[in-house]
């Protein structure tokens, strides 16, 4: 199959193309046909193919999850654009990842809130994600290599918190750890079984609404 020259050509709008039309055709699921200009700029700043193995370059700027070994993976990006845009963050909000992996989300997140912390199990993975986003001058990214049910409780509350592996139930150190106004946007479900992206929001009197936003697919949260 030849290569499409567009795509060739220019790929980050291809993928921009590629992201509006998913949210679209998914918006009377999620709510958003559209997402924010804001989030696609940095979609379209962050250089995805510096997060992704070599042996995977060519497809870097392609609408699809991809490996980063340790049986992890980078998440597709309207996946990564929707949760992030999920989570309505201003300038000033400091925020919570769960499941740096390479570290593309964190460097997402980073383009639109004042810090980011970001914690990741499998050492291996939070050292090169920690190494990674510090030569590419992600300096308002915090790497922490530790159990992502607990979250990170030194540091919060937290502005807004963003799980990228999937978990049965909601951890209840990431509950605590929302602020009041707070919102959590989560893949819930089994490893192997149907997972929602689930909006949680937590009003300032402490209450927890959920809302189910779109089927997905992550790996595990695990310990």
Known sequence: MEPDP???????????R??????????????RPALSPRVLDVIAEVPRD??????YGEHAWEDRPLPI????????????????DLLNLQPTDVVLEVGTGSGYQAA????????????????????????????????NVDVHQGDGHRGWRSEAPYDAIIVTAATPEVPPALLEQLKPGGRMVIPLGPTFGHQDLTL???????????EVILPVSFVPLTD
């Not at 510096?50 to 042996?55: K, R, S």
């Not at 070994?69 to 992030?84: D, E, K, Y």
């Open 18 to 31: 590629a992201i509006r039309s998913e949210a679209l055709a998914t918006g009377s699921v999620t709510g």
């Open 200 to 210: 949680i929001r937590k009003t300032q009197q402490g209450r927890i609404k959920h």
């Open 108 to 139: 997402v997140l980073s383009r639109l809130v004042y810090l980011v912390h970001s914690i990741e199990v499998i050492e291996p993975l939070a050292h090169q994600a920690a190494l990674r986003l510090m030569e590419l001058g992600y300096d």
């Open 69 to 84: 070994g340790h049986r992890q993976t980078i998440s597709q990006p309207f996946i990564v654009a929707l949760m992030t």
């Open 50 to 55: 510096a997060f992704v193995d070599p042996e």
């Open 6 to 16: 567009a795509k060739t050509a220019n790929p980050v709008s291809h993928l921009l």
